[in-house]
């Protein structure tokens, strides 16, 4: 974890990194429930699963996303913040012990309205460990533009 | 927490609920670090916020998002699953101490390409104690049509 | 979670509610010995717990009783607060990877001697996923009586 | 946390121990809610509990009841097990950061039905830094009688 | 847990203390992930550590050395403070499921630099359930001297 | 968090690398206590803090150590492994509300016992925000020579 200047001009479309893996544990699941309230039985009900499709429980999207999106939180860019995320889906379940990782990819660049201002898209995916794509979604960057010197 | 089954015809546009209020804690802010591995300062560094524009730490995005969407988990709908959320917005930050509270209202209906199901959209946003919208996003769902009898 | 006004002559001995299924995890045996500082080898050495009679780990009665009692945590009765409990009961060992439900029959109703509230006993069953019994209760809630109009 | 065998002649009744003190915590708080699920305004949104009469968050009963117990988990009698409570009460409401401790109190001793055990009653009560008892409740023992050598 | 007054005078080289035992779970691995920030693939990628000689999980260094500390806090001596730790040693890997348990031996005494008080070396071994030693390290004591009356 | 090849030949005597802040709340003194087991007055009873030199509650010594350990934990070298830890401090108490950081200085080098290998020393100081080292500790890590080619 370090901070990194990237500007507007930095990003360079196709350009991408990939995490490292984690494996989603009974742990987790148990703890995501205790932090948002979700106790849908799909999570935290093995009993009721047994009866489901799955056939065992399955991961919170909430936390697919948290902890995927988390896993990508190495450099800092103080010259970019967070404005969201679009086409966030939920492609495959996710069981216990399913390892994610994911992969970020700059997949857009448009000269925002916010003067002085662009809007950076990075593409992201969320593997589990047989390289099947989990989660999807688009998050969006608005980044400074370089300063100019007269 | 209880199942209700709802199908896509009983989904009726404008249709609003609001949950109670949740109080955003110091401990929330720590555990959501550890529960994603996200220790940005912006979370965890309360010197280095005193720096900022913002001048003290402000939540997770996807820790608003979970547990926002967390308290909206009453109602188990068997007939629905969920696809994602679209235009996923950080509007305003969440402070340690602010009481948030989500307000859910049905804003669009698709009969959607699958055939037997429909979609529904759920306009969500997140409230803090001021009545000020601080995330706001549309939350896709799936539903089986109602089963027709001949 | 929501609030509805329920007085004293709204409960009716006999009515009964049931909730869902939580499975009780590792996780839950950890957290609660570090939430209470009871780390007896009971519930956390796998190995002594061998030579045991029962043979493996067990959870902690008073968690049990506070998750059990959690489950049925749904509807807020503003009209009512909780004295205590009565006769709680550790019937059977619970152990890691059992599911309960609680189930909550309303037993008894007396007009307590505070005036304008009288008293109404929910007898609690915790049960695990063969039906059995693991722990009952009586929860003891003071109620208010309906308001009476000239 | 040790062994040491105490049989049923060995409990004598008035004897008292005290354990050291803990500071209840927001943390607490929050851990419990999602320990056990129950996330009811009372405990967690500190904005609508400003319009209660006890104006601030109060401690769930479960909590200071398996903390206060916990307090006491130090000496582990192999010669006993624990039956249940009896006359468990809500004495008074217990709030962030208030200090509690245990008080437990040999109070009754009686022959049991089952042959070669005795019950033992521990009278427990849980006090705040004010001396106030905040929780009272009988702890039941059932211990073995002391093996007769002929 | 209690306070027992214990001079320099007091300690007698190679006394020894054992502590109960603890298995130590995949929750507290995540739990020390989350709680420290260290969250290599060492501890949390069941994937990756198949790929590796140990084939996989083992426990953070950190964690088997503050559990084990933690194992051994009972008796709390108000003549004494730590003053650090020496020769601190990973002996051997700890598994998620391994049961440990910690055994102090008095090693050494010196009378300090500081008047009125002596250093009092504390061997701890941590074992694992095959009566392995995981971890030792030696706890540096500053403990007051017995007052001297006239 | 990247792998990042370094042998025993690439690390430079008197080499430092800073680590970015984090503030050590409550909650992290009640995750620890909970975590270790360690319920010591000291770091949990307010109360009894009021009545001691340093006033208040302090931080476990294994927490100080444990975070400011994870706070380096960003780079991964394959190459290395950690034997342990020499000369671990306490030097100044750590309160609730102080921000920790970490300073890592190549302090020794010696070609070990070990053929092929060598050990480094990580000498290692945790800062609160008044720039004053709070614990230190020389770190020990076994690293490989470069391969030969011949």
Not at 58 to 73: D, R
Not at 119 to 134: A, P
């Amino acid at each position: 974890m370090y901070f990194k200047s990237t500007f507007f001009e930095d990003y360079t479309l196709g350009d991408k990194r990939v995490t490292l893996g984690r494996t989603l544990t009974e742990t987790d699941f148990v703890v995501h429930a205790g932090h948002t309230g979700d106790f849908f039985p799909h999570h935290l009900d093995a009993e009721w699963c047994k009866t489901q499709p799955f056939g065992q429980r399955i991961a919170h999207g909430t936390m697919v996303f948290s902890i995927g999106i988390g896993l990508t939180a190495s450099e800092i860019n103080p010259e970019a913040f967070s404005k969201g995320y679009d086409r966030l889906r939920f492609i495959k379940p996710v069981f216990i012990g399913n390892t994610i990782r994911s992969e970020v990819t700059i997949s857009e660049k448009t000269e925002g309205k916010k003067p002085g201002y662009g809007q950076v898209t990075e593409h992201v995916e969320i593997f589990n460990e047989h390289g099947e794509v989990v989660l999807a979604c688009d998050h969006l960057l608005v980044v400074k533009l370089r300063p100019q010197h007269a």
